[in-house]
Nanobody, 116 residues
């Protein structure tokens, strides 16, 4: 059974940093591009960043230059380094495959709160 588990969220002040992790089970990680997504209260879930099997990356304009996505294929783990965090980055962050998401892969997410 495929499972994606997000971790690393927390409360941080504006301008601070966090590093999120997405641990994957099964073969999904080695066969797919992966992505980070987020959902703020009262808003639709949105794309944040993606990374191909070959580590080609893409970012939403709102996080470009501040966030860095990476993956360790040997560890079946993906990361999101978030710097210069803003209050508008507050959301629950999820990982899933990219570009196609699978409903069964959505996990609990990890809460990121940016506040002074």
């Amino acid at each position: 059974q495929v499972q994606l588990v997000e971790s690393g969220g927390g409360l941080v002040q504006p301008g601070g940093s966090l590093r999120l992790s997405c641990a994957a089970s099964g073969s999904v990680f080695s066969r797919n591009g992966m992505g980070w997504y987020r959902q703020a209260p009262g808003k639709e879930r949105e794309f944040v960043a993606s990374i191909t099997i070959g580590s080609r990356t893409n970012y939403a304009d709102s996080v470009k230059g501040r966030f860095t996505i990476s993956r360790d294929n040997a560890k079946n783990t993906m990361y999101l380094q978030m710097n210069s965090l803003k209050p508008e980055d507050t959301a629950v962050y999820y990982c899933n495959t990219f570009p196609k998401n699978y409903g069964a892969y959505w996990g609990q997410g990890t809460q990121v709160t940016v506040s002074s």
